[in-house]
Every structure is written in C-alpha cells, then in structure tokens.
C-alpha cells in the first residue's frame, strides 16, 4: 500500500453528500468528489487517521487495494486466491468481510462473500499450511466486497465500528437518532457554535451532544477506544498520537447555551447520563418541560429537533402538529427552526410553509428536514431592523 497516496472512500447518510465533501476539504483532502451516499477523495496515511477521529458525518471510511473484472464466480475467486493476503492481514489475527453487490450475474452478497473467504483462507493454506480465524463480532482486519456489474473492488474499512458509533451514548429512547445524521442536520441548519440552541424534544440528547462538539470543536471520535487502522501492518502509533494530540488543542471556547426540553423523566434520565459520559454536564442544560407550553428565553437561538415518529412512538398526529406551529408562531418570534418528520401530510397541520425541504433518511424511513423561520413582522420589517 502506497501511504503516501491513498485513495478513499467515505460512506455517509443519503442527503449528507455536500456536508461530508466540505468536512473533508476543509480536513485537507484532495481530489474530493461527491457520489451517491459516499465521498471519495486522496490522501495520505496521516490524513486517513485525521479524517476517521474527526470527520462527525462519516460512516466508514474505506481504502480500495484490489479492484478486477469478474464474469463468473470462478474467476472471481481466481482472482482472489491469487491476491497476496499477508500485505493486510496476518495468520494470528481475526477478518471479516462487508459485502455490497449490484449485478446481474453476481446476485447473492452472502454467497460471494463465502466465495472471498474462501480464497482468503486457501491462499493461507497453501502458502503457509495455516490459516487466520473469521470473527464477525470484533475482527482485527475488516474486508469490504464491493460489486457493480462485472467489476469487484476490495477495500480495507480503516473504521471498524460505524463512525455513528461516538461512544458516549450509554442510553437511548424508543426513537433515538443516529449521531451522524444528527451531526449533518446541525450542519444542513447552519449550527456552528456561535449564538444558543434549543432541541425542544430532545429525547436521549444526541442532537444536544452533537451540538456542543460542533461548538467546542471536539473532535467527533474523541470518546472512541479503538480504529481497525490501528490493526494494520503499517500502522504508525506515534503518528496518530500527534494527529490526536493536534486535534485536540483545536478545541474553542463556548458562551452561548444549549438547552434540551422533555416531558418524559426517563428520557431526561437517558440524557443526563449520556451527557455525563460526554463531560458535558457544564456546557447542556436539559430540563422538564413541555415545549408547547414554553417561550423563547434565548437570543440568537437556532432550533432543531426530532420529533416523535407515529411509526415507533404513539401520538395524536394532527394535533401534535398544530400545536407544534401554534407554539412556532406564538411563542418563538424571530426564531429558526429545523424539524425531521417523516409523515409530510401531518406536517401540514404545523400551518407555517417551510422555507427549505431536505431528503434524508432516519435510518430506512425516508424523511424530509423541514426549516421554518418564524419572524415578528414581516420578513421586510424585520431584515430593516437587522440591518
């Protein structure tokens, strides 16, 4: 492997494409192209351990070192066995394999995968009379199989653990969101720390979490233990360490406020602890109190947040809605606010017309972010009395 001159690949979210593409510019990557749910781009090895301990709407990150053609299994696996296995993994450590396949003549993931295992562990009985373990719980080296069409690309996953994986959430809700998303909606709706934020719904506090590592600039694995990088033959320990440590005194001064409602006690509980484990007790503030009987206490203030999904959690659609538009428009002049539903008919009950959509899924539910700016006067009067 070249570490000079990598080529990667980054899964995100569907809709989260352009944020991910700025994160990795402004990160130092080079040759940064947008695709569809991913981001490729080039760097170096450093930049590889810069990009999985900070990029905050990352998934995986994937390093492509074998790509061929294949137009039957047997040549797929020729190709394979074939391929010198020893220059990433080695006898004594564990491998998995994430398998995606788009073709006609490939059409069972699960039966190409066995395929590639197979090569992999004849390859190391040929040549060594031994063979490396499977472990698809916690492997030290994991293998992507990629297929479209006829051309198969495999990839080192330089993450391990999916990056939504922050590791500070020790309890979540009946409708948690994932940390990725929630970093991508924060950013969609423009959230970088200067000025207050509200998620008046906040569930088990992600959104809240998130919020205050954008503002602070921590990085988003700061609560991490361990990268499959940190597996490989060529890794350089002193390297990441100082990448880290770099990262790390980066860290900003914050004097706005984030603030978290809820009516539920066990979700404040969930919150509280999930914050703890984050060493955010001094930055978010979370207390009871029902969002349609609150009034804006903060200026600036952004708000974001995910409501309840009829599809997991029960609730009186039409007038949950409402109710969410009346408290828009009779409490919180002068306000922006995000919200992600997945049910845009009931979303119409809110009464106020969106001023941006966005497509994005919350896990398979497909979903729109919804913002909504709420002013005192007209739009007219009051960018006179900002200006």
């Known amino acids: 492997m070249n570490t000079e001159h990598l080529k990667i690949q980054i899964k995100t979210f569907y809709g989260l494409e352009k944020i ?3 994160e990795i510019k ?4 080079q040759n940064v192209e947008e695709k569809n749910r991913a981001v490729n781009c080039e760097g170096d090895l450093g930049f ?6 900070s990029a905050r709407t990352a998934l995986k990150i994937l390093v492509p070192v074998f790509e061929f053609k294949a137009f039957n299994e047997q040549k797929f696996y020729e190709k394979l066995v074939r391929f010198p296995w020893e220059d990433y993994l080695k006898l ?3 491998f998995a394999i994430d398998a995606t396949v788009h ?3 490939f059409t069972h993931s699960q039966f190409m995968t066995l395929k590639m295992k197979d090569a992999i562990v004849d390859y190391f009985n ?3 009379r031994r063979r490396p373990d499977i472990d698809t719980r916690n492997p030290d080296i994991k293998f992507n199989l990629h297929i479209d069409r006829e051309l198969v690309t495999i990839s080192l ?3 391990g653990e999916p990056l939504y994986k922050r590791g500070y959430r020790k309890q979540q809700g009946e409708a948690p969101i994932n940390e990725v998303l929630a970093s991508g909606m924060l950013q969609i709706a423009g959230w970088d720390g200067k000025g207050n934020f509200l998620d008046p719904m906040c569930g088990s506090g992600t959104l809240l979490i998130e919020a205050a590592m954008i503002a602070l600039n921590l990085p988003a694995q700061l609560f991490r233990k361990r990268f499959a990088f940190q597996n490989w033959n060529n890794y350089d320990a002193e390297l990441f360490a100082k990448i880290k440590d770099f990262r790390v005194n980066r860290i900003k001064e914050f004097d706005g406020k984030i603030i978290g409602y809820d009516i539920d006690p066990k979700m404040l509980a969930c919150a509280r602890e999930n914050i703890a484990v984050a060493e955010m007790e001094d930055i978010i503030e979370v207390r009871k109190q029902d969002f349609f009987e609150s009034k804006k206490e903060l200026f600036p203030l952004l708000m974001v947040f995910n409501p309840p999904y009829d599809e997991r959690i029960e609730i009186k659609y039409d007038d949950f809605y409402k109710k969410t538009g009346d408290t828009f428009k009779n409490n919180y002049p002068n306000t922006l606010a995000w919200l992600i539903t997945s049910d845009l008919e009931a979303a119409k009950k809110i009464g106020l017309r969106p001023s941006r959509k966005i497509k994005l899924f ?3 539910l497909e979903t729109r972010f919804l913002q909504y700016e709420m002013y005192e006067g007209s739009k007219k009067q009051n960018k006179t009395i900002e200006n």
């Open 48 to 53: 590889l351990y810069k990009i999985n301990y």
């Open 20 to 22: 991910l593409a700025e």
């Open 92 to 94: 004594n450590q564990t």
């Open 362 to 364: 919350n896990g398979k």
């Open 26 to 29: 402004k990160l130092g990557g």
């Open 157 to 159: 996953d330089s993450s």
């Open 103 to 105: 073709s006609e003549r």
């Open 126 to 128: 040929r040549k060594y």
